[in-house]
């Protein structure tokens, strides 16, 4: 049976299967999944780069333990600041640790007098992706807005490996991945 092809179902329906999977992930295989970076993630974390990554919500892959790591190597964290669904994300100086405040639909952020910053790379939560390195993400486009204006950053999604579909609904506006980062492989165009 095909799925329906248009972006709502297909967010319902990896949704789905993303908490399906996480939730039979073992204490252990959870705890082990992206807790180290990998080495073609590692040639983009220099020293001086600014590294934007994000606050887990319910079964998004967290990459708290990656950006430790990229902290500890010398990069500087941001993490995105949301206003409202029309306004634009920004990004914001982060360091592990510090203290995040609530945003709208439920996200933690940066407080938002700190520092601006504009990312060198950017680790991006998406429900889905597929073979062109398409994102499907929750719907506002912010990250989409974001990455059109960020011309020189690295962007890359980190997924369950059961997020990925042969092909997803996309719109003109959306926005490829320069590679996607699953509990089991990279991938790039």
């Avoid at 486009?141 to 059961?162: C, E, F, P």
């Amino acid at each position: 049976m095909q799925p329906d092809f248009d972006k709502q179902s297909q967010r319902m329906e990896f949704r789905d299967k993303r908490d399906r999977f996480v939730s039979s992930l073992s204490p252990q295989d959870y705890g082990l999944a992206f807790s180290k970076i990998p080495s073609p993630l590692a040639q983009y974390l220099l020293p001086g780069k600014i590294v934007a990554g994000y606050i887990a919500m319910g079964s998004e892959v967290d990459p708290a333990a990656l950006l430790t790591q990229a902290h500890k190597m010398g990069c500087d964290i941001a993490l995105p600041h949301v206003t409202s669904k029309t306004a634009p994300m920004r990004f914001l100086r982060w360091t592990p640790g510090d203290d995040l405040v609530p945003g709208p639909f439920g996200l933690q952020q940066p407080a938002e007098d700190a520092p601006l910053c504009t990312p060198d790379i950017v680790l991006a939560p998406l429900v889905a992706f597929d073979d062109r390195l398409m994102r499907l993400g929750q719907g506002a486009g912010h990250y989409d807005r974001a990455l059109s204006l960020l011309d020189h950053a690295v962007a890359i999604g980190l997924a369950w490996s059961v997020q990925h579909a042969p092909v997803l609904a996309s719109d003109i506006w959306d926005m490829p991945l320069d590679a996607i980062l699953t509990e089991k492989s990279w991938m790039t165009l």
